[in-house]
């Protein structure tokens, strides 16, 4: 078993680093996580898990990492602080670690109120600020929040999101400036259909020395219908889906609406590649991971280099 | 001021149903100034309650009474002699009224009919928002009077997240984003630069640490 992150061996060397999504199954079915993993498995460095995203019930994170870990990815764990406190996030922490994972994504979490468990209570104890600086501290120090010791500290590599289409906008780098200094080493974006936009922010991030401190990593959906163009604009919170996205996806016919998309999310990696301070690319294909291999084909990503 | 509303009336009925002899009480504290639990409301409550009893052939007596404070004993004693009348006291405090009655008269059933909600302010006529946890460790003045525990959905201390636009929280486009405030008051008053250090994490022991919270004052005890 590969002991070392590959995406962070990947981004230190320079290497322009690919990782996609993996949602685990809304039921305890391994082959489902397996099946996935077979499609990225050569596609993609490192894959994420994502943690009860949209606050939907599913196969946890952690479980679903340790099954793609066994079956030869690099997985990256997703977690939130929307279901645990301070207690369970650092002993799952711990888990992680004793189970190879080496990737970890720190995560505030979609509100409880937009799933299907809208009863619940949002734990919310540490933010996803103070939860990098604890998992940090962690790694580096050795040290738990309080100043207790571990018997042997965690190895993983520290990521954390931004989302360069909220607002207020001249806040959102001061705010990924603080995610760096607080712990993270690598950071994916919210899905950029936006570019003007994400350019902007990252000229703001470049002139803060920021992209020289931190892997960013560029954030893409591939749009299945001009449907899902027109759901993500109104209906995801922190989605910014330009109206020329969706005229463009509105063009074409309904049974060449995927095509659309795939050729969209393709031209928007080659402008990510471009750009001084991308350093790799997430793709989250979301239910859609059989389009991961052509997208990144096209995209002229493949094959992904080896580490040996 | 604490804030409630009134549970529905079915609710109450059903929980009342056993007693023959009710007594409605009110409160002229916090959730009088909440239209939920004053002398007028109380005594709308008690009409409603009549008629429903009337309509259905049931043969109930509900009568009223209103106590400046529910939640300080002073208050209550004045139910000395008068509680023992009925069987069965519906009140119309908050949480800490009905219970700090019930215990100075635990012979008698004390029923809610509010719904207890949160600390809060009276923005306007008719409308209420949430402000303040009671976390036991006021943090005020490093948010710019806005706190982002109370008024963050997702109690960020480091926020905004990802969802705010346009000034408005992802949760319910009728609230405003909490971190937007937050931003714009320091930005307005000075003090926008202690939002570049990572607030750490939140003692929640000053909230919920050993149970319970009590507050002594030795000075005001006689």
């Known amino acids: 078993m590969n002991q070392e992150s590959r995406l962070k061996s990947i981004l230190e060397k320079g290497i ?4 996609a999504e993996c949602g685990p199954p809304r039921g305890a079915d391994p ?3 397996l099946k996935k993993a077979g499609m990225l498995r050569e596609k993609a460095d490192s894959v994420n898990v994502t943690d009860n995203q949209t606050a939907i019930v599913r196969m946890s994170s952690l479980a679903a990492c340790a099954i793609l870990k066994q079956a030869g990815v690099d997985p ?13 996030l650092q002993s799952d922490i711990l888990g992680a670690s004793s189970l190879g994972i080496r990737n970890v994504l720190c995560l505030s979490g979609d509100h409880q109120s937009f799933g299907n468990q809208p009863k619940a209570l949002g734990v919310f104890d540490l933010d996803s600020m103070q939860f990098l600086q604890a998992v940090r501290a962690m790694r580096d120090s050795g040290l738990i929040l309080g100043g207790e010791a571990l018997t042997k500290p965690p190895r993983l590599f520290i990521g954390a999101a931004a989302n360069p289409f909220a607002d207020p906008m001249d806040f959102r780098v001061t705010r990924l400036a603080k995610k760096i ?4 080493e690598f950071i994916q974006t919210q899905c950029i259909y936006n570019m003007d936009r994400f350019r902007k922010w990252l000229q703001l991030a470049r002139n803060r020395g920021l992209t020289e401190r931190v892997y960013i990593l560029g954030g893409v959906t591939p749009l299945k219908s001009a449907a899902m163009a027109r759901y993500m604009k109104d209906r995801v919170a922190g989605m910014d889906v330009p109206q020329t996205i969706i005229k463009r996806m509105e063009g074409v016919p309904k049974e060449r609406q995927r095509e659309e998309g795939i050729r969209i999310c393709v031209e928007t990696i080659a402008e990510l590649r471009e750009l001084a301070g991308v350093k790799g690319v997430h793709v989250m294909a979301i239910e859609w991971e059989e389009a991961v291999g052509e997208i990144l084909d096209r995209a002229g990503l493949l094959p992904r280099p080896s580490l040996d | 001021m604490i804030t409630a509303e ?3 009336i079915e609710e109450i009925r059903h929980m009342i149903m056993p007693y023959k002899k009710i007594l409605l009480l009110g409160c002229g504290s916090c959730v009088a100034e909440c239209a939920a639990g004053g002398e007028k409301e109380t005594a709308m409550l008690a009409s409603a309650l009549r008629m429903a009893a009337k309509m259905n052939r049931e043969d109930t007596l509900i009568q009223e ?5 529910q939640c300080v004993r002073d208050f209550i004693v004045q139910l000395d002699g008068i509680i023992h009348l009925y069987d069965a006291v519906l009140s119309l405090g908050c949480g800490a009224g009905v219970q700090a009655v019930a215990e100075i008269f635990p012979e008698v059933p004390v029923i809610p009919a509010l719904n207890t909600e949160f600390l809060g302010q009276t923005k306007d006529q008719g409308l209420w928002l949430e402000n303040c946890l009671g976390c036991g460790d006021c943090v005020l003045y490093y948010f710019g009077g806005v706190c982002p525990l109370a008024r963050c959905s997702k109690q960020l201390m480091n926020g905004p997240c990802g969802g ?9 486009p009728e609230t405003p984003c909490a971190w937007q405030l937050i931003i714009e008051n320091l930005t307005r008053t000075g003090g926008l630069e202690r939002l570049e250090s990572v607030f750490p994490p939140k003692d929640w022991s000053r909230k919920q640490g050993r ?9 005001q005890q006689r």
């Open chain 1, 16 to 19: 322009f680093a690919v990782t």
């Open chain 1, 31 to 33: 082959d489902a996580v």
């Open chain 1, 76 to 88: 990256v764990l997703q977690m939130v602080v929307r279901d645990r406190n301070r207690i369970a």
């Open chain 1, 181 to 184: 200094s607080a712990g993270a």
């Open chain 2, 6 to 8: 009134q549970k529905p």
């Open chain 2, 65 to 69: 009474k209103n106590l400046d404070r």
């Open chain 2, 164 to 172: 705010s636009r346009d000034g408005r929280c992802e949760v319910d």
């Open chain 2, 211 to 219: 149970g319970p919270r009590k507050i002594v004052r030795e000075d």
